[in-house]
């Protein structure tokens, strides 16, 4: 199978070309795609160097599968002319999300929505995915009313220069290329993306209306705070859900431990709980400090992590391919 990789320099795309090795995704030929800047290098897969090309020499290549990973403009240009062609499209950035003719998924909560006429299929935030995962089997058992989220989330987010102005800092380097407003070491940044006239960042809107859609609940109120720390490498979440109905926390447990791609970790006498460090490199979402919420109806807390850069994006974007092949979509 040709597939090409858009943005097969950046982080995700490195992380997406790893995943594909490890889940022995049936790659015949490579068609890596970066910048211009890129062009001419190598990058290695299957045990073999590519070569990175122009997106022209890609999409003439006629690949059954594209994977973007290259921000919002870049797919917005390139997406449908990949598609033109044959070819499906599993887009990271944010520009598909909330196009109502484009399906945003998580294979183990809404890979049904996808159809042979779906070319281009969306792979949501990092934020949102680890939060609906941990979500979903409590909004089929119960119903939610309402979700209150504050995120903690690494500079891996923001991609290699994120974690070089983070690495300087440290170093006690002055002379340092700030790709944050101020300086992450040593500090937390209530900022993800630009501020809208709401008050909300972009981010937090992601999280609000990408939920609702994957969720398939447009009923639900949502709020959410997204923040930046000084961690290199996955993101955390506090999260408060009001159920619709009555619940027991044994019942929740079942659930979460039920849901494949979740890993409950959550035993205070032990203090076992959900922390990035240990999640880093591994595709689950780890949940814990489940607890009832005595200030509301029929409402819960808990705690959850996982590696942004794999199942808040490659790992889910790759999934979404081996869903694409198992509905005989792509060959």
Same mark, same amino acid.
């Given at each position: 199978?040709?597939?090409?990789?858009?943005?097969?320099?950046?982080?995700?795309?490195?992380?997406?070309?790893?995943?594909?090795?490890?889940?022995?995704?049936?790659?015949?030929e @490579?068609?890596?795609? #970066?910048? /211009?800047?890129?062009?001419?290098?190598?990058?290695?897969?299957?045990?073999?160097?590519?070569?990175?090309?122009?997106?022209?020499?890609?999409?003439?290549?006629?690949?059954?599968?594209?994977?973007?990973?290259?921000?919002?403009?870049?797919?917005?240009?390139?997406?449908? %002319?990949?598609?033109?062609?044959?070819?499906?499209?599993? +887009?990271?950035?944010?520009?598909?999300?909330?196009?109502?003719?484009?399906?945003?998924?998580?294979p /183990?909560?809404?890979? +049904?929505?996808i159809?042979?006429?779906?070319?281009?299929?969306a !792979?949501p935030?990092?934020?949102?995915?680890?939060?609906?995962m941990?979500?979903?089997?409590?909004?089929?058992?119960?119903?939610?009313?309402?979700?209150?989220?504050?995120?903690?989330?690494?500079?891996?987010?923001?991609?290699? %220069?994120?974690?070089?102005?983070? !690495?300087?800092?440290?170093?006690?380097?002055?002379?340092?290329?700030?790709?944050?407003?101020?300086?992450?070491?040593?500090?937390? @940044?209530?900022h993800? $993306?630009?501020?809208?006239?709401?008050?909300?960042?972009?981010? /937090?809107?992601?999280?609000?209306n990408?939920?609702?859609k994957?969720?398939?609940?447009?009923?639900?109120?949502?709020? #959410?705070?997204?923040?930046r720390?000084?961690?290199?490498?996955?993101?955390?979440?506090?999260?408060n859900?009001?159920?619709?109905?009555?619940?027991t926390?044994?019942?929740?447990?079942?659930?979460?431990?039920?849901?494949?791609?979740?890993t409950?970790?959550? $035993?205070?006498?032990?203090?076992?709980?959900?922390?990035? *460090?240990? #999640?880093?490199?591994? +595709?689950?979402?780890?949940?814990?400090?489940?607890?009832?919420?005595?200030?509301?109806?029929?409402a819960? !807390?808990?705690w959850?992590?996982? +590696? !942004?850069?794999?199942?808040?994006?490659a790992?889910?974007?790759?999934?979404?391919?081996? *869903?694409?092949?198992?509905?005989?979509?792509?060959?």
């Amino acid at each position: 199978m040709k597939v090409a990789l858009v943005g097969a320099t950046g982080l995700v795309g490195r992380r997406m070309l790893q995943v594909l090795e490890e889940r022995k995704f049936p790659v015949t030929e @490579l068609l890596p795609v #970066a910048s /211009e800047k890129s062009v001419g290098r190598k990058v290695s897969f299957g045990g073999k160097e590519w070569t990175v090309i122009r997106p022209e020499e890609a999409i003439a290549a006629r690949p059954a599968l594209a994977l973007f990973s290259a921000g919002g403009a870049v797919s917005q240009e390139l997406a449908p %002319k990949f598609a033109a062609v044959g070819c499906r499209v599993v +887009d990271n950035s944010s520009f598909w999300r909330m196009d109502p003719t484009k399906k945003l998924v998580v294979p /183990e909560i809404n890979g +049904d929505v996808i159809g042979p006429d779906d070319y281009i299929i969306a !792979n949501p935030n990092c934020s949102t995915i680890q939060m609906v995962m941990a979500l979903a089997p409590l909004e089929k058992e119960y119903g939610i009313k309402r979700i209150v989220v504050s995120t903690y989330q690494s500079v891996t987010g923001t991609g290699y %220069k994120a974690i070089a102005q983070m !690495n300087a800092e440290r170093a006690g380097e002055t002379d340092v290329e700030r790709i944050y407003p101020y300086p992450i070491d040593q500090n937390i @940044l209530p900022h993800i $993306d630009s501020f809208l006239e709401n008050g909300y960042t972009k981010e /937090e809107m992601k999280m609000v209306n990408e939920t609702r859609k994957i969720l398939r609940d447009d009923d639900i109120a949502i709020t #959410a705070t997204t923040v930046r720390v000084p961690v290199q490498g996955g993101h955390s979440e506090s999260v408060n859900v009001e159920l619709r109905k009555p619940f027991t926390l044994e019942r929740v447990r079942e659930l979460l431990e039920a849901m494949p791609g979740v890993t409950v970790q959550d $035993d205070p006498s032990k203090k076992l709980y959900p922390m990035p *460090l240990y #999640a880093w490199g591994k +595709d689950d979402v780890f949940v814990g400090r489940i607890r009832r919420d005595f200030s509301a109806e029929n409402a819960i !807390n808990f705690w959850c992590v996982s +590696d !942004n850069l794999r199942k808040g994006a490659a790992t889910n974007a790759v999934q979404i391919a081996q *869903l694409l092949q198992e509905k005989g979509f792509i060959k």
